[in-house]
């Protein structure tokens, strides 16, 4: 079965919870941060079989009060099943991420720190497929950023390209950036001529 979603559908406004709270405040209460933008626009359609489902969206916007430009998710194709895949041309991390922290799926930890590092970026070139136990992927990032945290430095202007799989994966670095903690008197300029850098996976 294939559906198609009307022409230029928008939901104004649009903010989305996970069901359960998994935010800890410094009161000790939890809560569910919520994705909320003042407008998405999105150009759709989906497709269902006896695999699980299919979802391409050539058009994909999220737009924020005071901001110009929306963010874009243009191009994004998702598969769902007996294997699966994501992949897309170009991405704005912020929507993204935003999305991503809500679905329980995520280690604890993770979650916590894209809501408060809040990245930011772009990725290119996204290819992700497999199943549990068994993927692998790859994606380009350009001005990847996030904030500092108390135990944690900030960093900004990261360039490079990422491969992965369950395991961890190579990350190959270049161009200027910058880190910023309060460990530090002043932020940290870093020029990276040509690095390459392994990403294990925790606990490997």
Same mark, same amino acid.
């Given at each position: 079965?294939?559906?198609? &979603?009307?022409? !230029?559908?928008?939901?104004?406004? @649009?903010?989305?919870?996970?069901?359960?709270?998994?935010?800890?405040? *410094?009161?000790?209460?939890?809560?569910?941060?919520?994705?909320?933008?003042? =407008?998405?626009?999105?150009?759709?359609?989906?497709?269902?079989?006896?695999?699980?489902?299919?979802?391409?969206?050539?058009?994909?916007h @999220? !737009?924020?009060?005071?901001?110009?430009?929306? !963010?874009? &998710?243009?191009?994004?194709?998702?598969?769902?099943?007996?294997?699966?895949?994501?992949?897309?041309? #170009?991405?704005?991390?912020?929507?993204a991420?935003? &999305? /991503?922290?809500?679905?329980?799926?995520? *280690?604890?930890? %993770?979650? #916590?720190? %894209?809501?408060? /590092?809040?990245?930011?970026?772009?990725?290119?070139? %996204?290819?992700?497929?497999? =199943?549990?136990?068994?993927?692998?992927?790859?994606?380009?990032?350009d #001005?990847?950023?996030?904030q500092?945290?108390?135990?944690?430095?900030? %960093?900004s202007?990261?360039?490079?390209?990422?491969? @992965?799989?369950?395991?961890?994966?190579?990350?190959?670095?270049?161009? *200027?950036?910058?880190?910023?903690?309060?460990? @530090?008197?002043?932020?940290?300029? /870093?020029?990276?001529?040509?690095?390459?850098? /392994?990403?294990?996976?925790?606990?490997?």
């Open positions: 079965m294939v559906s198609a &979603l009307p022409p !230029h559908t928008s939901f104004a406004p @649009f903010a989305i919870g996970a069901r359960k709270p998994w935010y800890a405040d *410094p009161d000790g209460g939890l809560r569910s941060p919520a994705a909320a933008y003042e =407008r998405v626009d999105l150009l759709g359609r989906w497709q269902v079989d006896g695999n699980g489902w299919q979802a391409h969206l050539p058009e994909l @999220f !737009h924020e009060r005071g901001q110009p430009q929306p !963010h874009s &998710l243009d191009g994004l194709w998702l598969a769902v099943g007996e294997v699966n895949a994501l992949e897309a041309p #170009r991405l704005d991390l912020e929507p991420r935003a &999305l /991503a922290m809500l679905s329980p799926r995520l *280690p604890d930890g %993770l979650r #916590r720190w %894209l809501y408060e /590092a809040a990245p930011d970026g772009e990725l290119r070139n %996204l290819r992700v497929a497999g =199943r549990e136990g068994d993927w692998s992927g790859s994606v380009a990032v #001005r990847l950023e996030w500092a945290q108390e135990r944690r430095p900030g %960093l202007g990261l360039h490079g390209a990422i491969a @992965f799989d369950q395991d961890g994966g190579v990350m190959r670095m270049r161009g *200027p950036m910058r880190f910023d903690w309060s460990a @530090f008197r002043e932020p940290l300029d /870093a020029e990276i001529a040509a690095n390459q850098q /392994a990403l294990e996976k925790a606990g490997h």
